[in-house]
């Protein structure tokens, strides 16, 4: 790959060693990020970027990319309605091209919008050719990418209230021996589970353990919605022994004082989805919640049934939410608003470096550091809902969206550039419609099929 200088930038590096530079240059060599300084000379190719703002990947942490070929399905819906019209109506039709097609068209969504790792929580393992199929679409696209094994949806009752069904040990030993033996390539292995609550105990200590014996992290959604919380998935992983530092918790807005406290003494990490959380029920996004304990918030999107698809949609959620919850708080309470009022800079830490820490790839991207991965982004803020930049921060934060995404650069290989994905978007576009049609014909024929039996 050479020698690629990103020269004359503006520059947000997340690493607090070398701060944000007005003007900067960004030397790459191969795949890594070799120097960033005021001005670097060097022979190498030059990307000229005056007037753009460069910023490392975006990291989205949880995002069930499988559901790319439905997406907009449920624009209206609750968690409840979730659970019924998604999860119990279109995943047990998903064929393994479909994952395909899927985590192909979404994962190049995601380098469209300037996320260059992503969290694939992959709940749609129907047979043991789905999570070939969804690795596949993976590396095709050329993100960088945590592949996250779920299992089945084979029945709603069947699969996700008080479940005795354990995630097929087998297969997630066979994903791993065969694209995973080494944690250091672009895409590594996580567990998905349903954990506590919607399992019981034997299932989840028998993925727990699953998962430690193979050596991968854990993910699972907590506390979203009152039912969840009731569940206090937090004290039922402590009562069993099986919290650690290896986990990650998607949403909490429900936790207890003691369940954020147990989270923080036990190294847990935070995944925080806050369009969805606000706009399907699952509680106020527990930004400040994380932050009170100590804690490194990440965000994702979740679901593109409902919401779209980009980290400046989750920022904004994220930062509005917060800030308004603590105004009325203290209006009602008729105190001042404190000091310590979320950032913009907090919300670009959360999409960036935090999201890296949250994946398990902060050794390797999150911020612009000399021997990190090259993972980086080049906003145009010569655009006309970015000029001008007064706060390069603000700017991201609050003024860009996927529009101003000029350049992305994922492990030093370009895969976006003036404005264009560097991929075969049209092939992709197509298999996904392709997709979305089918499976709207297999989930109607189903459901007909489950109504006439029960009738």
């Not at 030397?27 to 990307?47: F, G, K, S």
């Not at 655009?383 to 930049?389: H, L």
Request: with cysteine; proline share 4%.
């Amino acid at each position: 790959m050479g020698k690629t200088l990103i020269r004359g930038g503006t520059v947000l590096s997340m690493d607090p060693n070398i701060g944000d530079l007005p003007r900067g240059d960004v030397l790459i060599e191969d795949d890594r990020i070799v120097d960033v300084q005021p001005q670097i000379d060097a022979d190498a190719e030059v990307i000229d970027a005056t007037g753009f703002i460069v910023i490392p990947g975006f990291v989205d942490t949880h995002r069930h990319t499988w559901e790319t070929a439905i997406r907009g399905c449920a624009p209206n819906s609750t968690l409840d309605d979730y659970f019924v019209g998604v999860l119990d109506y279109y995943a047990p039709v998903y064929r393994p091209e479909d994952v395909y097609h899927s985590n192909l068209a979404g994962a190049l969504e995601c380098i469209n919008a300037g996320i260059t790792t992503l969290v694939d929580w992959s709940h749609i393992n129907n047979t043991p050719e789905h999570p070939d199929a969804g690795i596949r679409g993976l590396q095709e696209a050329g993100i960088r990418a945590q592949y996250a094994y779920g299992s089945a949806n084979t029945s709603l009752a069947k699969y996700w209230f008080y479940s005795g069904e354990v995630i097929p040990a087998s297969d997630v030993k066979r994903i791993r021996d065969t694209y995973f033996s080494s944690d250091n390539g672009l895409l590594t292995m996580a567990l998905a589970t349903r954990g506590p609550g919607f399992t019981q105990d034997q299932v989840v200590t028998a993925e727990w353990n699953m998962a430690r014996e193979l050596g991968i992290p854990i993910t699972l959604h907590a506390g979203m919605g009152r039912m969840a919380g009731r569940f206090a998935m937090v004290e039922q992983l402590d009562r069993l022994g099986l919290l650690g530092p290896d986990t990650t918790y998607i949403h909490c807005c429900y936790f207890s004082e003691h369940e954020w406290q147990r989270v923080k003494e036990t190294g847990g990490t935070i995944s925080i989805a806050a369009q969805v959380e606000l706009q399907m029920g699952h509680g106020w996004a527990p930004v400040n919640k994380s932050y009170q304990f100590g804690l490194r918030p990440s965000l994702s999107v979740d679901v593109v049934t409902t919401v779209p698809g980009d980290l400046f949609t989750e920022m904004r959620a994220a930062f509005a939410s917060e800030r308004a919850r603590v105004n009325a708080k203290c209006w009602e309470d008729n105190v001042e608003v404190p000091d310590t009022m979320l950032t913009a800079r907090q919300m670009l830490e959360m999409a960036t470096v935090n999201g890296a820490h949250v994946a398990g790839v902060e050794d390797r991207t999150g911020s612009l550091t000399p021997g990190k991965k090259a993972d980086l982004v080049l906003l145009d803020a010569r655009d006309i809902n970015m000029v001008p930049v007064k706060d390069p921060v603000a700017a991201v934060t609050l003024s860009a969206d996927v529009s101003n995404v000029d350049t992305v650069i994922i492990n030093g290989v370009v895969r976006k550039r003036d404005g264009k994905l560097l991929a075969d978007v049209a092939r992709a576009r197509d298999l996904v419609e392709n997709s979305c049609e089918y499976l709207d014909d297999a989930a109607k024929a189903h459901k007909a099929a489950q109504d006439a039996a029960a009738a």
